[in-house]
C-alpha cells in the first residue's frame, strides 16, 4: 500500500526532475490540501503531521524543523505526507530516520518515503550512468537525490542493487553537479499524464 499510494503521487503531479526537493514536496502537500509550516526549533525535533491542524477543525499541517540538514527535511516531509495519504491520525512528533522502528505506522510512511523520494526509474537511470562514467561512492550518489546515506542504501537495498556495484577501483570519481537538476525521462509506470507542480 505505501509504495502504491507514492506511486500514485508520482504518476499524477512529478514533473519527472531530481531530486525530489522540499519546493517540490510542498507542491505536493498544497495538491493534497496539506498545509506546510518551516520553525526554527533546537533539539532533535525534525517535524511532525498535525491531521487536524493547529486547531480542530483545521486542514492537515506538516511542520518541519529549518535547522535539521535539508536531507532530513525532505525526509520528514515525504514521511509526513506518507502520514497524510495512509490515514494514520496523530503521530508522534518525528526526529531522525531509522529503520529499525517497531511502529507499524512509521515503518508504513518509511516506505512510502522511500518510494516518493527515490523513484525506481530515477534511480535506475543514475545507477546505469555511474556504471556509464565511473564509480561514485554511496555518499555521493545521496548527494545527487538530496537522501541521507542510509535512505539511500536501503533503496538501493529494495531495488536489489549491491552498493559495491556503485564504486569501480582505480577510477577517478565523477564531480557531483548539486545545483543541477537533471530532467529524467520517466517511462514505464511514470508515462501519462504529468503535472507540473505550481509552488507559488
Not at 16 to 23: A, K, L, N, Q, R
Not at 98 to 117: M, P, Y
Not at 143 to 167: D, K, N, Y
Request: hydrophobic share 40%.
Amino acid at each position: 500500500m505505501p509504495p502504491r499510494a507514492a506511486k500514485s503521487i508520482l504518476k499524477e503531479y512529478w514533473n519527472g526532475t531530481i531530486p525530489v526537493d522540499v519546493d517540490m514536496l510542498k507542491g505536493f502537500a498544497a495538491r493534497l490540501r496539506v498545509g506546510v509550516l518551516a520553525h526554527i526549533r533546537s533539539g532533535a525535533f525534525c517535524g511532525e503531521y498535525l491531521p487536524y491542524g493547529m486547531q480542530p477543525g483545521s486542514p492537515p499541517l506538516i511542520v518541519y524543523n529549518l535547522r535539521q540538514p535539508i536531507a532530513r527535511q525532505v525526509f520528514v516531509l515525504a514521511h509526513c505526507l506518507g502520514h497524510h495519504l495512509l490515514r494514520h491520525g496523530p503521530c508522534p512528533r518525528e526526529t531522525a530516520y531509522s529503520a529499525h522502528t517497531s511502529d507499524r505506522r512509521e515503518k508504513a510512511a518509511n516506505a512510502f518515503a522511500v518510494e516518493l523520494l527515490l523513484p525506481e526509474e530515477a534511480v535506475r537511470e543514475y545507477v546505469h550512468h555511474l556504471r556509464m562514467q565511473g564509480g561514485m561512492s554511496i555518499e555521493v550518489f545521496s548527494r545527487h537525490f538530496h537522501v541521507e546515506p542510509a535512505l539511500m542504501s536501503l533503496r538501493l537495498h529494495l531495488l536489489g542493487i549491491e552498493t559495491g556495484q556503485l564504486a569501480v577501483p582505480g577510477v577517478q570519481r565523477i564531480p557531483l553537479q548539486t545545483h543541477e537538476k537533471n530532467k529524467l525521462h520517466a517511462s514505464n509506470f511514470y508515462r501519462g499524464k504529468v503535472h507540473t507542480p505550481d509552488f507559488r
